[in-house]
C-alpha cells in the first residue's frame, strides 16, 4: 500500500502549488493521470520534510484523505521553478547547475514508485508466498497481533471476504511497468 510519500531537502525549502505532483502513468490506452495530493511541510534536521498524503479518484476509499493508491505505476515530478530555498533561489530539479527545470522520479522501473494489492515482498507479482500470508490475517482484526493491514485493501480495519476478492483477482498475476 503507498499511502503517503516523504521528500527530503537538505535546506529548507518553500513549496509553491505545483511544485510536487504525483501522477499515475498512462497504460496502453489511458493517459497519464495526476493523482490529488495534499502537500504538509516540517523542518527536519535543518532541512524540510514534504509529506503527501493521496485521495481522489485514484485511492482504494476516493472520500478519505490519505488513503492507499490504486494499483499502478506512478511517477513524483518535482519542478525546480516552483522550489526556492530561504533566499528565493530556485531548485536546481535536474541537477545541470542552473536554477529551476524538472525531474522525474518513476520514469524506470528501477525507481519501484508502484502499487500492486497483495504484493508483500515488491516483485511486482502476487504469488504463493503472499497467500500464506494473506490466509494467516483473513478474519481478523486491526486490534488481532495476525492482523496484516497490507491485506486491508478497504483500509477499513479488518482483512474479510471483500479483502480476498480483491486478492484473488490478482493472485498468480504480475504488474507490468509501462
Do not use: C
Amino acid at each position: 500500500m503507498v499511502d503517503s510519500l516523504t521528500v527530503e531537502f537538505d535546506g529548507l525549502v518553500d513549496i509553491q502549488a505545483g511544485g510536487l505532483e504525483v501522477w499515475r502513468r498512462a497504460r496502453g490506452t489511458t493517459p497519464a493521470q495526476q493523482v490529488e495530493v495534499e502537500i504538509s511541510t516540517q523542518e527536519s534536521n535543518g532541512g524540510t520534510l514534504a509529506i503527501l498524503t493521496f485521495r481522489g479518484s485514484l485511492t482504494t476509499t476516493p472520500s478519505i484523505p490519505g488513503s492507499s493508491l490504486l494499483d499502478g505505476n506512478y511517477e513524483l515530478r518535482i519542478n525546480g521553478e516552483l522550489i526556492t530555498n530561504r533566499f528565493g533561489t530556485r531548485l536546481d530539479a535536474d541537477k545541470d547547475g542552473q536554477a529551476g527545470g524538472s525531474s522525474v522520479f518513476g520514469d524506470a522501473e528501477v525507481d519501484v514508485f508502484y502499487r500492486y494489492f497483495g504484493d508483500s515482498n515488491g516483485d511486482r507479482v502476487v504469488g504463493i508466498a503472499e497467500f500464506g500470508q494473506f490466509r494467516a490475517t483473513f478474519g481478523k482484526l486491526e486490534d488481532d497481533d495476525a492482523f496484516n493491514e497490507l491485506f486491508d485493501y478497504e483500509e477499513n480495519g479488518a482483512v474479510g471476504i471483500s479483502d480476498f476478492g480483491q486478492f484473488r483477482a490478482r493472485f498468480g498475476k504480475r504488474l507490468h511497468f509501462e
